[in-house]
């Protein structure tokens, strides 16, 4: 199941992702889901002032079946 992992103050979260699916073949697989999720977590982060001069990672783990 797709996930998006938030590092906050209390650690690691993860977020279950109704509707999420991989599409696509080979390397051209993605999910609009998750990406659109990550783009949304990501612009949270930024306005919330805790995170001011934090750094963020984002790393996304592609497998194909």
Known sequence: MPCVREAGASGVGDEDLAGGA???RESRIH???EAETIV?????????GAYRDKTIVVIVLQRSG
């Open 22 to 24: 991989t599409v696509g």
């Open 40 to 48: 949304d977590t990501l612009e949270r982060l930024t306005e919330d």
């Open 31 to 33: 999910n609009p889901k």
